[in-house]
């Protein structure tokens, strides 16, 4: 009998892990993940570097060489967390393989603080893929109106890119119809369309908190009945979206150069309600070719599970689309909720950078402060120019095809 993970494979979904730390590489438990069947990918978030680097295990040694070399501090933060991607990478590389490139992704994010410059995002995109150098690798753009040109350009260079915080229908079309346009771009150049994926990430779990609050100010029957209703609506009408996609003749087109179609990807699929199951953005959100990344607790909370329904989507856009026309009945704008959330969401993500810049510059400076470069001494966070490092001895990753930073 198939186990809850293998029934939801069955069904199209690829459950992937939102969290990486080295204590995790190290350790053997992402190994052990993979191993059984459980995950199938990886993604990351400044957020969750912030909080791995900060509680420091595994990176001491990593860090004291960096200091030594003097390297700057925003250099020092892409190398610690190149490491632990590059890693991961290798560890999930025979799942890369066995899926014809779909799975066995890792992702990294670009500097959230530049979103709003489409040129300087790419070119860190092109950079990070550069410096991870592997192909199971995913860039992360956030999905920011002004963000739009850098996945075009990014696709048609042939970066493969998880497009992250996406909150709207209207924002993931717009998304679906940038990684298109790379890939039109890609082929008008001749340049091959294999191997080249793409995910779109759309948030659950924020959606039904900001609305849901919207509601309770509301305190009247109606408001109570469409509580926690949103999110999986929204989720709902933007998988139609995709379906609708796939059956344009433009998508046939492309498809018909070696085009792989961006899959949706449900995000933030933690619940915050205590008042539903810990597994219920995951269960209702099943449908073929979807991706549910999810925190550890739900992935634990959803091994105790024993199936899951094949499909909670395809049939229920009419009951979608009444919970939206009545959610605007009550004057709940969820195009508004939808620009709330993407501004906090960048805010958050640029707040925990900063607090990621801070952690590792204060540890750059206790683990040997000095260093002599040009001819003068200088505090070990200043402008060096070091690019290099040894990786720690614990899971080290291959060496790359460059040959440098691995």
Not at 58 to 66: A, M, P, S, T, V
Not at 182 to 202: C, D, H, K, N, P
Not at 227 to 249: K, P
Request: hydrophobic share 45%; aromatic share 6%.
């Amino acid at each position: 009998m198939a186990n809850v993970f293998e029934n939801l494979q069955m069904a199209g979904v690829s459950i992937w892990l939102d969290d990486l730390s080295r204590a995790r590489i190290a350790s053997g438990d992402l190994r052990q993940s993979v191993k059984s069947g459980q995950v199938v990918g990886i993604t990351t978030n400044p957020t969750i570097f912030a909080r791995s680097i900060s509680d420091g295990s595994g990176y001491n040694d990593q860090i004291r060489e960096l200091a030594l070399r003097g390297t700057a501090i925003g250099e020092a933060v892409r190398l610690l967390t190149a490491w632990d991607v590059r890693a991961a990478c290798d560890l999930l590389r025979p799942l890369f393989d066995q899926s014809g490139t779909k799975d066995g992704r890792v992702s990294i994010e670009v500097d959230p603080r530049i979103s709003a410059d489409p040129e300087r995002t790419a070119a860190e995109a092109r950079g990070l893929w550069w410096l991870v150098d592997r192909p199971n690798l995913f860039i992360k753009i956030p999905a920011t109106q002004a963000a739009l040109p850098a996945i075009t350009a990014c696709t048609a260079a042939g970066i493969s890119v998880n497009v992250t915080l996406i909150f709207s229908i209207d924002r993931y079309r717009a998304v679906l119809n940038a990684y298109m346009t790379g890939l039109e771009q890609r082929t008008a150049s001749r340049e091959e369309l294999t191997g080249i994926e793409s995910v779109a990430s759309f948030f659950i779990s924020r959606v039904d908190t900001e609305v849901d609050q919207r509601l309770a100010k509301l305190a009247n029957a109606k408001a109570k009945e469409l509580h926690g209703q949103a999110a999986l609506a929204n989720a709902r009408l933007a998988y139609e979206v995709y379906e609708d996609a796939t059956r344009s003749d433009r998508w046939r087109a492309l498809a018909a150069e070696g085009g792989s179609m961006q899959r949706l990807l449900w995000a933030s699929t933690g619940v915050k309600d205590k008042a539903f199951a810990a597994t219920r953005y995951v269960t209702e959100l099943v449908a073929p070719n979807t991706v549910n990344t999810m925190p550890e607790a739900t992935l634990q909370a959803l091994s105790h599970l024993e199936a899951t329904t094949p499909d909670t989507i395809s049939r229920r856009y009419t009951e979608a689309r009444t919970i939206v026309h009545d959610l605007a009945e009550l004057g709940i704008d969820l195009v508004n909720v939808a620009d709330v959330l993407e501004h906090d969401g960048i805010a958050s993500f640029i707040q925990s950078w900063n607090e990621l810049i801070a952690s590792v510059e204060q540890q750059l400076k206790s683990a040997g402060a000095e260093v002599i470069l040009a001819g003068a001494v200088r505090p070990a966070n200043g402008s060096g120019t070091g690019t290099g490092f040894s990786a720690p001895a614990a899971a080290a990753p291959a060496e790359t095809s460059k040959g440098a930073l691995a």
